[in-house]
């Protein structure tokens, strides 16, 4: 089990909007720890797509947007396109793991 | 160009050794935090290890601690890691993935990534 919590796929039609839920507790998310977001294309590297709970680094598209509430975090994605497709990851910080990274498990997003 | 290239990846059996390398180019390597982080086939993202610009920290998972050691050379512009009593549960690909800058709370995101090499543990 991931000590981020994402659900496993979620799905949206062109141009739809859709959002991607990561759960956590007290000792990540909950702590006031950033959430970060990776998209993962399929066979290639991830990639940042959401740093610091909201900000997008330069080149990612603004339909993506991040935000952040008590002990979850959630990524929206506008205006869905086929590229979209994808393997989405959320990754913070948690007082139980010295220094470490913790991911959530991934969200496979299938445009349809 | 931002580049991190890996390399050393392989097929060993249980038990056995292999170093990583991580190759980085444009950018000032020794001013960035670095990091390891594998995926096991078909499933999600795991960190492995990160390591301090001037190797000043250094972390593991837990799954790794005592068997893996992650270092650094800021001279050559590279990363490593040394992996000892690979198991078969440690076959993934494995990723280099740099530190983004700036001020954070917690752990920063991971702004640079290699493209991967693969280790597979296996008799």
């Known amino acids: 089990q991931s000590v981020l919590t994402q659900p496993p796929s979620v799905s949206g039609a062109p141009g739809q909007r859709v959002t991607i839920s990561c759960t956590g507790s007290s000792s990540n998310i909950g702590a006031g720890y950033d959430v970060h977001w990776f998209q993962q294309l399929p066979g290639a590297a991830p990639k940042l797509l959401i740093y610091?709970?909201?900000n997008r680094p330069s080149g990612v598209p603004d339909r993506f947007s991040g935000s952040k509430s008590g002990t979850s975090a959630s990524l929206a994605i506008s205006g869905l396109q086929a590229e979209d497709d994808a393997d989405y990851y959320c990754q913070s910080s948690d007082i139980n793991s010295l220094g470490g990274r913790v991911f959530g498990g991934g969200t496979k997003l299938t445009v349809l | 160009e931002v580049q991190l290239v890996e390399s050393g990846g392989g097929l060993v059996k249980p038990g056995g050794s292999l170093r990583l390398s991580c190759a980085a180019s444009?950018?000032?390597?020794?001013?960035?935090?670095m990091n390891w982080v594998r995926q096991a086939p078909g499933k999600g993202l795991e960190w492995v290890s990160s390591i301090g610009t001037r190797s000043n920290y250094i972390y593991y998972a837990v799954l790794v601690k005592g068997r893996f050691t992650i270092s650094r050379d800021n001279a050559k512009n590279s990363l490593f890691l040394q992996m000892n009593s690979l198991r078969a549960e440690d076959t993934a690909v494995y990723y280099c993935a740099r530190d983004k800058e700036g001020r954070v709370r917690g752990v920063p995101g991971m702004d640079v990534w290699g493209q991967g090499t693969t280790v597979t543990v296996s008799s």
């Open positions: 444009g950018f000032s390597f020794s001013t960035y935090s």
């Open positions: 610091g709970n909201n």
